[in-house]
């Protein structure tokens, strides 16, 4: 897990190289490299997780007869040691006990088609000194981030962060259209189009060659092409998704470095640990790090976002100790331009929480952890998504068990407005009157922006599936994994997540509604095979919270100065990327208003951003700061 930087086709000097490298020096703080040689560059900030010695150090030469080929890679290929094995025996000789050496002999042995053999999360480069073109490629589904840059003379720069790269740019202008429109949001992580001008994504699934020609992007993965066939009954599939599951997670503590969870008492992060506690006790992978039992648990005191003591019924069921981290704004307070600035990009809620919890992780000398990403976009988590199972229910039962599933996602207090005193009948006419409106609107953003539309596997699976295609490959879970990648990589801690495994993504999307919604629960196929080894009462627990920020307590308590002076300062009146006033009369209503909501919050701080944007990411970008 590190930081990447490559350049071809235009010759930097030494100094640049290292300027463009150190700018990532958070993601990489174990160590770093830079190999050039006849316009070619490629740098490399290592944090170092398999093989802690030199002999992981990058940018890697192989073989070693002629180092005709040189590799920055950023990720893990979880199943290296399988591909050793297999490598050994064709003859392929290995000096380390790292993922990156069995990269380059596997892109050796089989050239791009290596991809298809690897289970892991990745970005990396590969020059091929004798050939002199670059080999690039991105995991199935861009978990780890990758960019690039067209330069003059037909220059290419790539780097793992935006900020990297623009030190070779004559001019770093914002993306105005993007930047300032809360409502693209969670809709351009998984296009090329990025917040500044010039800059492109490289796309998740696919590979590249670079050279004198240009670059020819080639995508090699879509999971509409991999279904899976799947037992008939939901019992079967149950053990199936146990089985995978439980491999996934073996196959991520593979470390040389000790490893935790990120637990907040949820479902899914509840699972991934109880998984982890299973393997140490009974599964003999000799490669399996055993020290996993490092929870960390972020705490919101006296607010509606606090789930510690759920992450705490999880970890007395497994007899560990939980490290809570009390999120404190005004601590952290001082610490946000920095934090803005290493996530680079814009969002709709403050970074503070998760910055301040993989923080401390780093701290305690955890530099694994494996989390439960993945599972709400791909299972069926998010009420929003699987209440349009009803479009696939037919008859009074199967309409009941998606309504159990919805109306037990809420709280029991009456807290939810909508459900209220609300029967099944009354919330069934409700989703059917926004059905109609959105059909006269056209549809939903979901439907109007998946790529697959008119793909034929896409048009044969169920309105469910179709609404979690969109959540998992196209909206929120890319702006996610994104989030999550700065998140702990500014924090130099790296992320694993088991349910992003493409077994697990394949067999999700290959996997009839009911199954997700079996029995009027959520992710049911989750909660049924892990709950052998959860507290009952985590397992098939129905309402959701979710790790976000408490905005609207924040901003009419401990942060009330920081926003009252902010709308207040010159820099704030002035910014291009802003209306001003109506923003400022946003905030003020937020922190003045006691009824306030969450999604006002949200959206004040949404209105607010471009302006921590350009003061925080444009200008240092620009040198003007």
């Known amino acids: 897990m590190c930081g990447i930087f490559g350049v071809v086709n235009k010759k930097i000097d030494k100094e640049l190289a290292d300027k463009c490298v150190d700018r990532m020096e958070h993601r990489g703080p174990d160590g770093r490299g830079v190999w050039q040689e006849n316009g070619t560059t490629l740098g490399h900030r290592r944090l170092a997780i398999l093989d802690l010695t030199e002999g992981g150090a990058q940018p890697m030469s192989y073989p070693y007869s002629s180092g005709r080929y040189v590799l920055s890679f950023n990720g893990e290929i979880y199943n290296f040691v399988e591909l050793r094995e297999e490598l050994k025996a064709k003859g392929y000789e290995f000096r380390s006990d790292s993922d990156s050496e069995v990269i380059l002999a596997s892109y050796m042995e089989w050239k791009e088609k290596c991809l298809d053999k690897f289970n892991g999360m990745w970005a ?286 809420f709280p029991k207090d009456g807290s939810n407005i909508s459900l209220k005193n609300t029967g099944k009948t009354a919330v069934y006419f409700n989703y059917l009157k926004r059905r109609v409106r959105d059909k006269l609107k056209s549809g939903s953003e979901g439907y109007k922006r998946v790529r697959a539309a008119g793909n034929k596997r896409y048009e044969e699976m169920d309105t469910l599936n179709r609404i979690l295609y969109a959540s998992s490959h196209e909206t929120i879970l890319p702006t996610l994994l994104r989030n999550y990648d700065r998140y702990s990589m500014a924090n130099g801690v790296e992320i694993r997540m088991p349910f992003m495994d493409y077994r697990i993504v394949t067999f999700a999307m290959s996997l009839g509604w009911k199954s997700k919604l079996h029995g009027g629960y959520s992710k049911s196929i989750i909660r049924d095979a892990m709950a052998p080894y959860m507290p009952h009462e985590i397992a098939y627990r129905r309402t959701k919270i979710g790790f976000n920020t408490p905005i609207v307590e924040w901003m009419q308590g401990p942060l009330r100065e920081y926003f009252t002076d902010m709308i207040t300062t010159t820099s704030f009146k002035e910014c291009s990327l802003i209306d001003a006033p109506s923003v400022a009369a946003r905030i003020e209503h937020v922190i003045n208003d006691k009824t306030a909501t969450f999604a006002q919050g949200e959206q004040a701080w949404s209105l607010m951003y471009p302006y921590l944007w350009e003061k925080n990411v444009l200008k240092r970008m620009q040198g003007s700061v």
């Open 124 to 409: 990396f480069l590969i020059w091929d000194r004798e050939e002199e073109k670059l080999f690039v490629s991105r995991d199935r589904f861009g978990v780890k981030p990758l960019y690039y840059v067209m330069l003059d003379n037909g220059g290419i720069a790539f780097g793992s962060e935006m900020k990297v790269i623009t030190p070779l740019m004559d001019e770093v202008k914002p993306n105005r259209a993007l930047v300032t429109d809360p409502g693209r949001t969670v809709f351009y992580e998984s296009t090329e189009e990025c917040v500044i001008e010039g800059i492109k994504r490289f796309p998740a699934g696919s590979y590249a060659y670079a050279g004198k020609n240009g670059i020819k992007i080639d995508r090699w993965w879509d999971t509409l092409d991999n279904p899976v066939s799947l037992p008939s009954s939901y019992e079967e599939q149950v053990e199936m998704f146990r089985s995978l599951f439980l491999d996934a997670c073996k196959l991520r503590m593979r470390s040389d470095v000790t490893i935790g969870t990120a637990l907040s008492g949820g479902l899914d992060s509840s699972a991934t640990i109880c998984a982890m506690a299973h393997l140490a006790g009974e599964d003999n992978d000799t490669r399996m790090n055993r020290d996993w039992q490092h929870a960390f648990v972020a705490t919101f005191p006296g607010t509606t976002m606090d789930e510690s003591a759920y992450a705490k019924t999880v970890t007395d069921h497994l007899k560990i100790n939980s490290t809570f981290v009390k999120i404190d704004p005004v601590k952290a307070i001082d610490k946000l331009d920095d934090f803005i600035y290493l996530f680079e990009d814009v969002y709709l809620t403050s970074p503070i929480p998760m910055m301040l919890l993989y923080g401390a992780l780093r701290e305690n000398k955890t530099l694994v952890t494996i989390d439960g990403h993945g599972a709400d976009e791909l299972f069926g988590g998010y009420t929003f998504d699987f209440i349009h199972a009803l479009d696939d229910a037919r008859g009074s039962s199967e309409r009941d068990m998606v309504l159990d599933a919805y109306i037990g996602s």
